[in-house]
């Protein structure tokens, strides 16, 4: 049986929105009966056995606000001063330099408990347990790292080393649209700041009776000069079902100071819209700007300004700004809210001719979307989720033609499994809107490797 077919025995292509706004309302007491379930679970599962390396580091954090609050009651010194900047070195990654900081303090004052811990922290971050954990010892016996947890820490930076993530997504709508694509990447990491990843990409795109088959190849490098600042830059080719091949690049930058992170993305990429674009090997230079700020509660705000030319001359602007705030939260359940507001704009609707572009080129795009999803966590290994949403837009495609709205909901289902050595996840959404109807498929693997 085929993906629509079986998604059609969930949501009928005929549905009404009367009906789908129904078959919404099953879908939210559902999602209700498993936050609501919670309540049954059993006394053996709410004690879940807790890592012992993460309660040790919850116990440095608790460390590190008890000494912020006693320094606070303390006039500035020399040795405070040299501890502040080996502070802000191991933020930033100079280790060397932190180190030395903290010798400094502790050679004005040898007993100083902030010195010793700060310099315990910064060895166990540059992976020195031993000099870690006779600085714990000295300082906080209660926090010391034991050599369970030493192997424990160990294998979890070896695990980091080499990794391998592979997943298939699909999109399909009932406009005779279909689209998939299927990966594989490896990813290995020779140091803390330098990493490497290989992608390949099976692409395919179709529509009504038409169908093209794409292959990609790419190569990233991600570099971490200090910890608040990483960049990437990656090198790709798209090869065509008729052996012509284009090549693309992407580079990243983002920075991060207090509660805000700034990332820059420039690329080139295949500009795959519809069978006519792909079929003319159409591509664009893709830049955007994006800027996101912590707030209280855990809320964060999202603003992104983009920026792109097609190879046939035609630009697009757009911007879009998110906000996404966590409702409730406990050992086992997240409920989220988030709103998205978004426009986008092309400077050219018709070719030389007078005639409409073979592809999405709006002179207003513009819209929001509400979103509440809850995920709880059902065993150690198993989460479980679902949102709903609901989605208002119009748009214009040039100034003599009048502007079309449109609104419309949607549903979706989600699943998170994993284990020591594995991670796997599956989401499934489906969108109703006025003039059409959209579902997508999502389902990935992440496998580590000592």
């Known amino acids: ?25 099953l879908f939210f007491l559902l999602c209700l009966f498993l936050g609501l379930s919670n309540l049954t679970a059993s006394a053996q599962e709410e004690m879940e056995y807790v890592n012992p390396l993460e309660r040790r580091l919850k116990n440095l954090y608790a460390i590190d606000e008890y000494l912020s609050a006693e320094k606070l009651t303390k006039k500035p010194s020399e ?47 540059m992976g020195d347990f031993e000099k870690a954990k006779s600085l714990m010892n000295q300082t906080f016996p209660e926090a010391f790292v034991s050599d369970e947890e030493k192997i424990m820490a160990e294998a979890l930076k070896e695990k980091e080393n080499t990794s391998i993530f592979s997943g298939l997504n699909i999109y399909e709508n009932d406009k005779n649209i279909t689209e998939s694509d299927g990966f594989i990447e490896v990813y290995w990491a020779s140091d803390h700041r330098l990493s490497t990843s290989l992608a390949l990409n099976y692409l395919t795109y179709e529509e009504y009776n038409s169908k093209e088959v794409n292959k990609k190849a790419g ?14 830059m990656n090198a790709n080719t798209l090869l065509y079902s008729q052996g012509s091949s284009l090549n693309g690049y992407s580079l990243t930058a983002a920075a991060e100071s207090g509660n805000f992170t700034a990332t820059a993305i420039a690329s080139k990429e295949a500009f795959r819209d519809n069978i006519f674009t792909i079929r003319n090997r159409y591509y664009k230079n893709f830049g955007k700007l994006a800027l996101l700020g912590k707030l209280k509660g855990k809320a964060n705000i999202i603003q992104g300004i983009s920026a792109s030319k097609v190879s046939d001359g035609n630009k697009f602007y757009g911007f879009d700004t998110e906000f996404v705030k966590p409702l409730f939260e406990d050992e086992k359940n997240i ?50 989720g679902c949102d709903l949403q609901y989605m208002q837009s119009s748009y214009r495609l040039d100034d003599s033609v009048k502007k079309v709205k449109s609104n419309g909901i949607g549903a979706g289902v989600s699943a998170k499994y994993k284990n020591k050595d594995f991670e796997a996840a599956g989401y499934f959404g489906e969108k109703l809107r006025q003039n059409y109807r959209e579902r997508r498929l999502e389902v990935s693997g992440f496998w580590s490797f000592f």
């Open 335 to 384: 409920l989220t809210a988030s709103a998205r507001v978004f426009y986008e704009t092309a400077t050219k609707q018709k070719d030389a001719n007078g005639i409409y572009l073979n592809y999405w080129m709006p002179k207003e795009y513009q819209g929001g979307e509400l979103r509440v999803s809850l995920e709880r966590k059902h065993t150690k290994k198993l989460s479980l």
């Open 219 to 232: 190569l990233t490098l991600y570099f971490k000069p200090s910890n608040s600042l990483s960049v990437s």
């Open 79 to 125: 040795a405070e001063a040299y501890i502040e900047l080996g502070n802000l070195r191991r933020m930033q990654g100079e280790f060397e330099e932190s180190e030395r900081f903290y010798k400094m303090a502790l050679k004005l004052e040898p007993n100083s408990l902030q010195a010793m811990q700060g310099l315990g922290m910064l060895y166990y971050v």
């Open 1 to 25: 049986m085929s993906l629509p077919s079986i998604l059609g025995l969930f949501f009928p292509i005929n549905l009404s929105m009367k009906r789908a706004f129904l078959t919404l309302k």
